[in-house]
């Protein structure tokens, strides 16, 4: 009499990952969630009950007006992705991961401004959509109440960006064999020379007003950076991915 299965298949694994997030996934992908689940350790579940209750820490510690807001939790966020992926998890981080994280911050930043200085309304734009598909011309709520719903609608328009743009990313990686996560490594680690180079010259010279001749040579100063570490990244900073053909 054959006994129940008691530990689930890759291909297991992989239908029922397909069918929980309504797009494809591979079977290495499904093998390393089944894996983690398998091996994951009481030292790795309690690093991720620290990580979490440091979280919850700091939403109790802070005030109502601070934790309401996006801000922080969107920095925080991303610190907890690297350090549930290379600390709890012990793996590497992939293209997907690089481009996400990167794009999700950046895209928020600017977002966050634009809807700061009343430049961009992406509530707006709904409530104007809204009224053109209805009778109801009523200006029910002013758009200047809209600011914290709006922050938070720029958070997710943020998060979608940054998920599309690192499936792109993580689509180039496996099919094209782009190692895409090494020259982001690299232009991180140039960002960061880029920003350490800007904190001399600022101890320097005087924290000042600068002036448009320094601000322009700072921003080519990290252009520069960021391409030469993306080159240095591509040949030093090589990802050792199972599975890919290193050139």
Same mark, same amino acid.
């Given at each position: 009499?054959?006994?129940?299965?008691?530990?689930?298949?890759?291909?297991?694994?992989?239908?029922?990952?397909?069918?929980?997030?309504?797009?494809?996934?591979?079977?290495?992908?499904?093998?390393?969630?089944?894996?983690?689940?398998?091996?994951?350790?009481?030292?790795?579940?309690?690093?991720?009950?620290?990580?979490?209750?440091?979280?919850?820490?700091?939403?109790?510690?802070?005030?109502?007006?601070?934790?309401?807001?996006?801000?922080?939790?969107?920095?925080?966020?991303?610190?907890?992705?690297?350090?549930?992926?290379?600390?709890?998890?012990?793996?590497? +981080? @992939?293209?997907?991961?690089?481009? #996400?994280? *990167?794009?999700?911050? =950046? /895209?928020? !930043?600017?977002? &966050?401004?634009?809807?700061?200085?009343?430049?961009?309304?992406?509530?707006?734009?709904?409530?104007?959509?809204?009224?053109?598909?209805?009778?109801?011309?009523?200006?029910?709520?002013?758009?200047?109440?809209?600011?914290?719903?709006?922050?938070?609608?720029?958070?997710?328009?943020?998060?979608?960006?940054?998920?599309?743009?690192?499936?792109?990313?993580?689509?180039?990686?496996?099919?094209?064999?782009?190692?895409?996560?090494?020259? +982001? @490594?690299?232009?991180?680690?140039? #960002?960061? *020379?880029?920003?350490? =180079? /800007?904190? !001399?010259?600022? &101890?320097?010279?005087?924290?000042?007003?600068?002036?448009?001749?320094?601000?322009?040579?700072?921003?080519?100063?990290?252009?520069?950076?960021?391409?030469?570490?993306?080159?240095?990244?591509?040949?030093?900073?090589?990802?050792?991915?199972?599975?890919?053909?290193?050139?």
């Amino acid at each position: 009499m054959r006994q129940p299965e008691s530990v689930l298949s890759f291909g297991k694994c992989e239908r029922l990952a397909s069918a929980c997030f309504c797009f494809p996934i591979t079977a290495a992908q499904g093998g390393c969630a089944l894996m983690f689940v398998e091996r994951a350790s009481i030292a790795q579940v309690m690093a991720f009950v620290a990580l979490a209750a440091v979280n919850l820490g700091v939403f109790r510690a802070l005030p109502l007006e601070v934790v309401r807001f996006p801000t922080l939790w969107v920095f925080l966020g991303a610190i907890d992705v690297v350090i549930f992926r290379k600390l709890i998890c012990v793996r590497s +981080l @992939r293209a997907f991961h690089y481009t #996400f994280l *990167i794009v999700f911050v =950046l /895209a928020w !930043i600017v977002m &966050a401004n634009l809807v700061v200085t009343a430049r961009f309304h992406p509530l707006g734009l709904l409530v104007q959509w809204y009224q053109q598909i209805t009778t109801d011309k009523i200006n029910v709520v002013s758009l200047d109440s809209f600011d914290f719903y709006e922050l938070w609608m720029t958070c997710f328009l943020s998060f979608a960006l940054a998920v599309a743009i690192g499936l792109v990313a993580a689509w180039f990686e496996s099919r094209r064999n782009w190692d895409i996560a090494a020259c +982001l @490594r690299g232009a991180l680690a140039g #960002f960061g *020379i880029a920003n350490l =180079l /800007a904190v !001399i010259d600022g &101890a320097v010279w005087g924290w000042g007003v600068v002036s448009p001749v320094r601000m322009v040579g700072r921003l080519i100063l990290v252009g520069v950076c960021v391409i030469l570490g993306g080159v240095v990244g591509l040949s030093k900073l090589k990802s050792n991915t199972p599975g890919r053909r290193v050139p």
